[in-house]
């Protein structure tokens, strides 16, 4: 069974490119969300396997998001995705309970290593 995952970035561009890595691959997108605050919104709507998190969004950025996400549901994979290969950021990603962080631009087979790695 296709693994179901939540895009969420603000950048409608960048959830086209991560929505057709992923398509090519046998994921189902189940989701898309525009900032942190709509993502926790559909995390709680579609209960995906996963979700692929942009760190730098309005209203409520990535870091915020997969806190709220990891407060309502301990079990939940997330991979952040930012421009910024910023250290402290990864850290904090990673502390906050990201399973990957993935730099932009994306390479696809590294979207994808990241993906496998977290759901299987």
Known sequence: ??????????????????????????YNV???AENGAKAVEKYNEVKPD????????PEMDGIQALK?????????????CSAMGQQAMVIESIQSGAKDFIVKPFQADRVIEAVKKAVG
């Open 1 to 26: 069974m296709a693994k179901n995952i939540l895009i969420c970035d603000d950048a409608a561009f960048m959830r086209m490119m991560i929505k057709d890595i992923l398509t090519k691959n046998g």
């Open 30 to 32: 189940a989701g898309e």
């Open 50 to 57: 996963l979700v692929m998190m942009d760190i730098t969004m």
């Open 68 to 80: 709220k996400i990891k407060e309502m549901d301990p079990g939940a994979s997330v991979i952040m």
